[in-house]
């Protein structure tokens, strides 16, 4: 029988599942929606047996779509968001809910840390690390505002880790993942126990540090018995969405940006490639919410009790379609969660501005994706113009000979106009892969790998294949320059005043 593989990738409000064959094909998928609790304003949190939970209907319905026996699944591969903390007991159960990445309570925190560090002389070429993404300054605040549920906690995981752990009872976790805490030394891969000190956390806590290709074992058998999958399925250590998302997007090529559009997005641009094969970043910014502005709507026209029918997102977007560039006059700032980037601001909020008694649904929705596309593209021109500081960002610079693309991936890359217009707002030609879920892809690998079947030189070229291109139209280009001018006034007039709030 033909061997295949499964991957997962635990989303920040999605929990996705495929299974591939050796070509990259792939077989079957599926996804369920996470339940994200909002308890606060800038608060995002989610029990950690929610994801369990997901992870076991998104098995059970690959295995059944794809009529693929159980024994055939040789490797299994783990992708997930990065940062939330996952504090376990001395039973293995959570001790409460897991802050995620986008959760801005702990900014007083980060702040602490930040003059600690500097302090101490521990700041990396004298520059602040300690944002509210990352996992350190969350498990400050449990030390500061919770020390009860931290004083309960015995092992720290990561969210894909909290998923292996249920699947083969193994603990640790990996560099991609460590790296995203704050207190992991990458060039040492070991953790930093000066910074895990400014955490006010247990040293003990930590987890072991595996490479995320290594194989852990295989299925506990009551994971088998609760997944569907054979007792005997090879289960990789795992690693971030971000690691599994650059193996599966493919070979950037040398003037080209890596884009991620998910719940967030986030951008990354290659400097070259290690000496095991994987590729080094550049640079790196990230978004607070893209894809998550759509699902804040889309959830918002549905609580409107009056019996009509749910509305989708292609729905949303085939709504869009049928207004204007500019949406009337309406502009969006998709800063629902604080904002990461270009520069951090967790008090920056969203907004829906000039609005009149003209605008309904479709124009909210255009509204919310120009939204989103021009603050990408703010993003983009921050990035691009420090890592190749010659360029024009939508043109190249003549000093390196050929426009710099992108290459896009993640659920909202799913929808042909939203691409279309965010090659439109940045003037960049955008190709998809034809796995367009990338992170669930480049789990797959990473268990095919664990397994043997894949080879760390070759399983990028033997798995990934080639999708859309999308091409900027020049008139709506040029439509979208002086909109994109009057978002960035609106942006920079309004963070100052919410700074003030």
């Not at 490639?273 to 080094?280: E, F, K, S, T, Y």
């Not at 919410?289 to 729905?315: C, E, H, K, P, V």
Request: hydrophobic share 45%; aromatic share 6%.
């Amino acid at each position: 029988m033909a061997p295949y593989l499964l991957g997962i990738d635990l989303g920040t409000t999605t929990c996705r599942c495929a299974i591939f064959d050796l070509a990259g094909q792939e077989v079957a998928s599926a996804y369920r929606e996470m339940p994200v609790s909002y308890p606060r304003p800038l608060w995002a949190e989610i029990a950690p047996a929610a994801w369990w939970r997901g992870a076991v209907a998104v098995i059970r319905e690959v295995l059944a779509k794809s009529e693929i026996g159980p024994a055939q699944i040789a490797g299994l591969g783990l992708s997930g968001l990065m940062h939330a903390p996952v504090l376990l007991d001395g039973q293995g159960q959570p001790v409460g809910p897991a802050m995620l990445w986008m959760d801005q309570r702990c900014a007083p925190q980060g702040e602490a840390m930040n003059r600690e560090q500097a302090a101490l002389g521990l700041a990396e070429g004298g520059r602040p690390s300690f944002s509210t993404t990352l996992t350190g300054p969350k498990l400050r605040w449990l030390a500061e505002v919770q020390p009860d549920i931290l004083a309960r906690a015995r092992h720290l995981l990561l969210p894909k880790d909290f998923i292996r752990y249920r699947l083969t009872g193994q603990l640790g976790s990996d560099p991609s993942d460590a790296g995203g805490t704050g207190l992991f030394d990458r060039d040492k891969q070991v953790w930093d126990g000066q910074k895990v000190a400014l955490a006010r956390v247990p040293a003990a806590l930590l987890p072991e540090i595996w490479p995320s290709t290594a194989a852990v074992g295989s299925l506990t058998a009551e994971a088998a018995q609760e997944t569907g999958l054979a007792p005997e399925t090879v289960v990789a250590v795992g690693g971030s969405d971000t690691l599994c998302t650059r193996m599966g997007i493919g070979p950037l090529a040398g003037r080209e940006v890596c884009i991620y559009l998910g719940t967030a997005a986030w951008i990354a641009l290659i400097d070259g490639v290690g000496a095991d094969g994987r590729p080094l970043m550049g640079s790196f910014g990230a978004t607070a919410t893209t894809g998550a502005a759509l699902r804040w709507l889309r959830d918002l026209f549905q609580d409107q009790g009056n019996g009509a029918a749910a509305i989708s997102y292609d729905g949303l977007t085939e709504q869009a379609a049928t207004i204007a560039p500019g949406a009337e006059g309406l502009f969006f700032l998709p800063h629902l969660m604080g904002e990461r980037g270009p520069q951090p601001d967790p008090l920056a909020r969203g907004g829906l501005i000039g609005l009149t008694l003209r605008h309904g649904q479709a124009h909210l929705a255009r509204a919310t994706l120009e939204g989103t596309a021009f603050h990408l593209r703010r993003l983009l021109e921050a990035r691009i113009s420090s890592h190749w500081p010659a360029d024009d960002p939508t043109a190249g610079g003549p000093s390196t000979g050929g426009p710099i693309r992108g290459a896009a991936c993640g659920g909202v890359a799913r929808s042909p106009f939203w691409m279309q217009l965010l090659a439109d707002v940045t003037g960049l030609t955008l190709r998809v892969p034809a796995v367009v879920e990338a992170g669930v892809l480049g789990a797959a690998m990473l268990g095919g790998m664990a397994v043997g079947l894949l080879s760390p030189d070759g399983a990028v070229a033997q798995m990934v294949r080639p999708g859309r291109i999308y091409e900027p139209v020049a008139d709506l280009a040029a439509q979208y320059e002086g909109l994109y001018a009057r978002y960035c006034r609106l942006d920079d007039l309004l963070g100052p005043w919410f700074r003030d709030a």
